[in-house]
């Protein structure tokens, strides 16, 4: 029977037989327990001494890769190419919220240090608080209200800023693109219909022209009749896909993108998304006729001459009441003819069925001047819109061949439009005579009637369906133009900017994105203000059972399993000089006893 030593409880030693046990025991008998370090040179001694650095490495790492990805971010969010890039989707989000996973990751990796450093310099030094710092625990037994409070802000911070940058929707990114590099087709414009409305209002016009006055109508009427006027908007002022008012006496409805052009557009974007695009273009445009007001006498001598022609052509002079005193009136050449003058004026009604003399009109007459002229429009295209933004008109009138789509067309205008314009300029003669924007209202509606006439007429689109050649036949049929050459369809240069929605470039949106990095760089610096303490990056449960005085081991009996201690218990760290050889010692003691504080470090010296 083989007997070994084996230390009790006492120090001493006793002979006991180990025939049957546990081989665990059989390594303890090489390594008698003791309650104080072993020069035993059999002992292998596996620590590795070092001396305290004021930086680590691997924390500088940490730094640079968390201002790697600010860096990163920043430029996700401030340059316009990666951030529309990125626009499409929700690919922004993704790679931000990634990026601050990141920058978390990095100072979760060098807080955990500076909070068991100033737990030792400045906190209560506890063995309960040291645990569940170690262990990141929220709830760990008995940790101290603030560290719970600090943790959970820990927890909470990535969370939080998740959250924060995700508010900041609304901006956008938009670069220029070549239009050719998503539409294979060139860009043609001219007098088309919009997109969804080709096959409405191609017999007259009627439904055409209250579309494209609509948005106009809307924007410049009062809420209601007790409401006060709209402002008159100081320069161009767009309205619905491509009415311009240019003044208060001049109205522009610009020629338009090719149907089929916008639907391509508008099924390669996404929701959000949206197209700019400049072009010039040619414009139907309607100015008031100033001579009356500068030369009254032969304005009406004029006037009156061809208000009596009016009345003998079929179609040139129209009259329609609006059953309350007062009448709308329309005069112009006979169609087919010239219609690049048109006299139009809510009169004085003299009955329903009887119209009344061209003094009478004379006295109320506006006349407007309509030509086509060279102007630039600017475009939205969304998916499910376009819409005129801003637009311009510099008085370049087109040459007379590309006039005469108005000059020599048939369109009997007051057969078709009176009623239209009795409800769009019907309250001009009563609710609204002292409007300031009866002027724009008449420009409007003229310059809209003839686009609407001219599109329903001669679109391009109605003979390309019909496999039909574009060829515009003159009045007398003397000689044949196409359609490129009358102005009706023609290809620009345009330029788009393409536009998606990315987040908003806020002073607040880059502070949430660089709090992480700040915070990172704060601890750093604390954690070098305080490399006196005796505490490292290696801080843990092998450190502590390195240094451990076992003789104050005994109140922590119990807990080897659960790992809970009933009351506070302090663990005080103390750099000793010994034997040559500097070492810190680890003494846990009772949280109420103050004889014992922790120690500091002395500098450029190795610790065993």
């Known amino acids: 029977m083989n007997f070994q030593p084996m230390p009790t409880n006492g120090g001493s030693q006793q002979w006991i037989t180990l025939d049957n046990i546990d081989p665990l025991l059989q390594w303890t008998e090489q390594y008698p327990l003791s309650t104080s370090f072993s020069n035993n040179p059999s002992t292998p001694s596996l620590g590795k001494p070092v001396g305290k650095k004021r930086v680590h490495s691997i924390d500088i790492l940490a730094a640079s890769i968390s201002f790697l990805c600010l860096a990163l971010a920043v430029t996700a969010v401030a340059n316009t190419h990666v951030s529309w890039l990125l626009g499409q989707g929700t690919d922004q989000l993704i790679v931000l919220g990634f990026l601050l996973s990141i920058m978390n990751l990095c100072l979760g990796s060098v807080a955990t240090a500076l909070f068991l450093l100033l737990e030792a310099r400045y906190g209560k030094s506890t063995l309960q608080n040291y645990d569940g710092l170690l262990r990141n625990t929220l709830f760990a037994s008995r940790l101290s209200f603030s560290w719970r409070l600090v943790l959970g802000a820990m927890l909470a911070l990535p969370v939080g800023?998740?959250?924060?940058?995700?508010?900041f929707t609304g901006g956008t990114s938009s670069i220029s693109v070549d239009p050719a590099a998503y539409i294979a087709n060139s860009s043609y414009y001219g007098l088309f219909a919009p997109p969804g409305l080709q096959n409405i209002g191609y017999s007259t016009g009627i439904s055409l022209f209250t579309n494209a006055t609509l948005d106009f109508s809307v924007a410049s009427a009062p809420p209601s009749s007790t409401s006060p006027e709209p402002e008159m908007p100081q320069g161009p002022k767009a309205y619905g896909y491509n009415v311009l008012l240019l003044n208060n006496e001049s109205s522009a409805v610009l020629d338009l993108p090719q149907p089929d052009y916008v639907s391509r557009v508008q099924s390669i974007l996404a929701l959000g998304e949206s197209w700019t695009v400049r072009a010039p273009v040619f414009a139907t445009v309607a100015t008031?006729?100033?001579?009356?007001?500068?030369?009254?006498?032969?304005?009406?001598?004029?006037?009156?001459?061809?208000?009596?022609?009016?009345?003998?052509?079929?179609?040139?002079?129209?009259?329609?009441?609006?059953?309350?005193?007062?009448?709308?009136?329309?005069?112009?050449?006979?169609?087919p003819g010239d219609q690049s003058q048109q006299y139009i004026g809510v009169t004085y009604d003299y009955g329903i069925d009887w119209v009344g003399p061209c003094e009478n009109f004379s006295h109320y007459a506006r006349q407007f001047d309509v030509n086509r002229q060279q102007c630039e429009g600017i475009w939205t295209i969304t998916r499910g819109s376009v819409s005129l933004v801003d637009g311009a008109c510099n008085g370049t009138v087109l040459p007379p061949q590309q006039q005469l789509v108005i000059t020599n067309n048939t369109m009997f205008l007051g057969v078709y439009y009176i009623q239209s314009l009795m409800e769009m300029l019907?309250?001009?003669g009563s609710t609204r005579n002292q409007s300031s924007w009866a002027g724009p209202y008449y420009a409007s509606a003229v310059a809209t009637m003839l686009w609407s006439r001219i599109v329903a007429l001669n679109n391009p689109t109605?003979?390309?369906?019909?496999?039909?050649?574009?060829?515009?036949?003159?009045?007398?049929?003397?000689?044949?133009?196409?359609?490129?050459?009358?102005?009706?369809?023609?290809?620009?240069s345009d330029s788009v900017m393409y536009a998606r929605p990315v987040l908003y470039k806020s002073p607040w949106l880059f502070f949430v994105l660089a709090l992480q990095p700040a915070l990172l760089v704060m601890t750093l610096v604390a954690m070098a203000l305080m490399h006196s303490t005796p505490l490292d990056k290696g801080f843990g449960l092998v450190s502590i059972l390195s240094g451990i005085r076992g003789e104050t081991l005994e109140s922590l009996s119990g807990a080897s399993l659960s790992g809970e201690l009933s009351k506070d218990v302090g663990l005080v760290l103390q750099p000793t000089h010994k034997n040559h050889i500097d070492s810190i010692q680890y003494h846990i003691i009772p949280s109420t006893n103050a004889s014992l504080h922790t120690g500091k470090l002395a500098k450029k010296t190795i610790y065993y």
């Open 161 to 167: 800023l998740s959250v924060s940058y995700k508010r």
């Open 462 to 492: 109605i003979f390309q369906e019909k496999g039909e050649e574009l060829v515009w036949r003159a009045t007398p049929t003397d000689y044949d133009l196409t359609y490129e050459e009358v102005g009706l369809v023609y290809t620009v």
């Open 288 to 335: 008031l006729n100033s001579s009356k007001q500068e030369n009254p006498s032969q304005w009406n001598e004029t006037f009156l001459s061809a208000c009596e022609a009016a009345k003998e052509s079929s179609g040139a002079y129209t009259h329609q009441s609006l059953m309350n005193g007062w009448a709308v009136d329309l005069m112009d050449h006979a169609s």
């Open 426 to 428: 019907g309250p001009f």
